[in-house]
């Protein structure tokens, strides 16, 4: 049932679980992408996109430079 992908990383994320919030879309993007259920990958899709980048995407930020 693709909208517990859903559901359950909604759940994760007010625990404060995001990258496990990250894995249930992850995986609901790759099961519902399967079954050709295009609505309830996009939510996903859309929730995942919401997420805060993850601590490792930051690892080496010592060479990155905000530009403003």
Known sequence: Y???YFHG???YEKLGRLEEARGL???GID???RTGDGH?????EAALNLLPL???VFSGAS???LLF
């Open 2 to 4: 693709a909208a517990a």
């Open 40 to 44: 309830a990958r996009s939510e996903l």
């Open 31 to 33: 099961v519902t992408t």
């Open 25 to 27: 879309y992850e995986k």
């Open 54 to 56: 993850s601590p490792a």
């Open 63 to 65: 060479s990155c430079r």
């Open 9 to 11: 990383g909604q759940v």
